[in-house]
């Protein structure tokens, strides 16, 4: 399956373009997620209908679907070396997480997030 990343706010779209081509020099599908509603399951799938929900928070996400460990690491030095700002939440895909719809996944990923770091 092809290695896919989702990006949720991202706040400077000059930044994203420069993550879009990047990549896909890697052979990395990329896509801007906009529908909080929608259950991330079904983005990956790509069939889901449009629940018209706003996105219910202002951070910026990244979510890493079918990757390994290193492949993350590799990304996010890619994206440090070319002054990519940093993102806060990252999220890689799990059976569980898969889930929840994206408002839902962001509320869990802050939450764990908080417990860990602060």
Avoid at 47 to 64: A, G, Q
């Amino acid at each position: 399956m092809l290695e896919s990343v989702y990006l949720c706010n991202l706040k400077d779209k000059e930044h994203g373009k420069a993550m879009e081509t990047m990549l896909k020099q890697f052979g990395i599908d990329i896509a801007y997620i906009e529908d909080g509603g929608v259950k991330l399951e079904d983005y990956i799938s790509g069939y889901y209908k449009s629940t018209n929900t706003p996105l219910s928070f202002e951070d910026e996400m990244i979510i890493f679907h079918d990757f390994i460990d290193e492949q993350i690491e590799l990304v996010l030095d890619v994206f440090k070396m070319a002054e990519i700002p940093y993102i806060k939440y990252k999220v890689v895909t799990t059976e569980a997480n898969l889930k929840y719809n994206v408002n839902e996944l962001y509320e869990k990923v802050k939450e764990e997030y908080r417990s860990r770091f602060e």
